[in-house]
């Protein structure tokens, strides 16, 4: 995760930069005034890029002669984070339109973190703001005594990782919401939504010394529950009074279930999560964390509900017209970029699964291999989601809020033996090739 992605080449960077210190942004050609509104004093981006979302520009108040002086003299990080609003946004609307931006900012450089489970930024850092109009800014007399308040400090933060098509299908977002007269709900919807998921990052407890005291995460985990809970509800309109129901024939088109075994362990895994819900609510006691309901894995509700969120944005935004899916097969989930859905889907499936449908539908694939179906989809499809998993959980360590459970070798040898029985006669490249490395170690 090292490639940085900036909302604009540098060759432009310099240029768009002159235009901010006259407060203009040249954008598809056309010049639009901009409002210096805000500053983030404790988040840079990385290599003075600029990120743009819509109606909202992030740059660095380096590039601006202007703010050097009010920075230095309240103490404020030089590598601090202006924000302007198109002039376009009425003045009663700019402080909810900069509210939205920054979580959406902020899931813009988490949301791999966060599918893939690793190390996220604090969103602390984007919370805490000082004045950036130019009318503040001018008059010395506004500011000269004034400083940072020292237990307002923190670490600040880097962003290296925002990603151009996201951004840009925000930003498309945010002016229709807040430039248009007629606006898609399902847009608010959808940033309300990610507010709820990005809100579950609460400062959690603190050991100073660093030892001596553990806070483990699954001591958050039901307050994290009821914001992911309503991150769906939000995100999909969901029936207040059968929202299992709701949920359950809302989401299930955009994975595209339609085999018994996933479908069961889905259905199942939505009635467990609701359940969750209702104990913590209402129970008062600690449920169980884990869902249980794949023989093949225990695994943390929070995880797969990260997951699956975080997929489920993508997919409407892909149904909405603002991102494109890496495949235009009308039989498989869509495939982002970055957000794979064999990376949630696996959890709907066990290995006797995967390998039984594939010990059906691989001898007709061969026999077939011209004709383009639902067939021939389905085997790719199932075959990444086996290899996904090996790759990922099969003699592996341990990821966290995962366990792995093998399928006992006398339960799937059979299916095994007649797969690579089949793939004996044909060549071993691609998708097949990879599904037989896999399988033979498991013989």
Not at 168 to 175: D, E, K, P
Not at 228 to 236: K, Q
Not at 411 to 434: A, C, R, Y
């Amino acid at each position: 995760m090292s490639e940085p992605a900036s909302s604009l080449e540098c060759g432009a960077l310099r240029r768009c930069l002159d235009n901010f210190r006259h407060g203009n942004c040249n954008d598809d050609g056309m010049k639009t005034h901009l409002h210096h509104y805000a500053c983030l004093p404790f988040v840079e981006i990385a290599h003075e890029a600029i990120i743009q979302m819509g109606p909202v520009s992030f740059w660095p108040a380096s590039s601006h002669a202007q703010f050097r002086s009010y920075l230095d003299t309240i103490h404020a990080p030089s590598a601090t984070t202006c924000i302007s609003i198109a002039g376009e946004v009425p003045a009663d609307q700019r402080e909810f339109l900069l509210i939205d931006a920054l979580y959406l900012l902020y899931f813009t450089c988490t949301f791999r973190n966060l599918y893939n489970g690793t190390e996220i930024l604090p969103f602390e850092p984007f919370r805490k703001m000082i004045p950036g109009s130019l009318e503040f800014i001018e008059d010395p007399s506004n500011w000269k005594s004034l400083e940072i308040n020292a237990k307002d400090r923190n670490d600040a933060i880097c962003l290296h990782l925002f990603y151009p098509e996201l951004c840009q299908a925000f930003g498309s977002m945010l002016t229709s919401i807040y430039t248009t007269p007629e606006t898609n709900e399902g847009y608010k919807r959808m940033i309300r939504s990610i507010r709820y998921l990005v809100d579950r990052f609460f400062p959690r407890f603190v050991n100073l010394l660093g030892q001596g005291l553990a806070f483990s995460e699954a001591l958050f985990e039901p307050e994290d529950i009821i914001y992911l809970a309503s991150a769906f509800e939000s995100l999909f309109n969901i029936d207040e009074k059968d929202p299992v129901s709701d949920l359950k024939h809302k989401l299930r088109p955009l994975l595209h279930l339609k085999y018994s075994k996933p479908l069961e362990l889905f259905w199942k895994w939505v009635h467990d999560f609701y359940n969750v819900k209702k104990s913590i609510i209402h129970g008062g006691t600690n449920p169980d964390p884990l869902f249980r309901g794949n023989p093949n894995f225990e695994v943390s509700h929070v995880l797969i509900a990260t997951k699956l969120f975080i997929y489920s944005v993508y997919s409407m935004l892909f149904k909405f017209h603002l991102l494109e899916s890496k495949t235009s097969d009308p039989y498989t989930p869509p495939d982002f970029r970055w957000i794979h859905p064999e990376e949630v889907l696996l959890f709907f499936w066990t290995e006797v699964s995967l390998l039984r449908k594939m010990h059906l539908f691989i001898p007709q694939f061969i026999s077939e291999p011209d004709r383009q179906n639902e067939l021939h989809s389905d085997v790719i499809f199932l075959t990444h989601l086996f290899t996904s998993m090996q790759e990922r959980f099969y003699q592996k360590e341990a990821i966290a809020g995962v366990r792995f459970i093998p399928t006992p070798e006398q339960q799937i040898e059979g299916f095994i033996t007649h797969i690579l029985n089949v793939l004996e006669s044909v060549p071993k490249d691609g998708v097949l090739g990879q599904l037989c490395a896999y399988l033979k170690p498991r013989k």
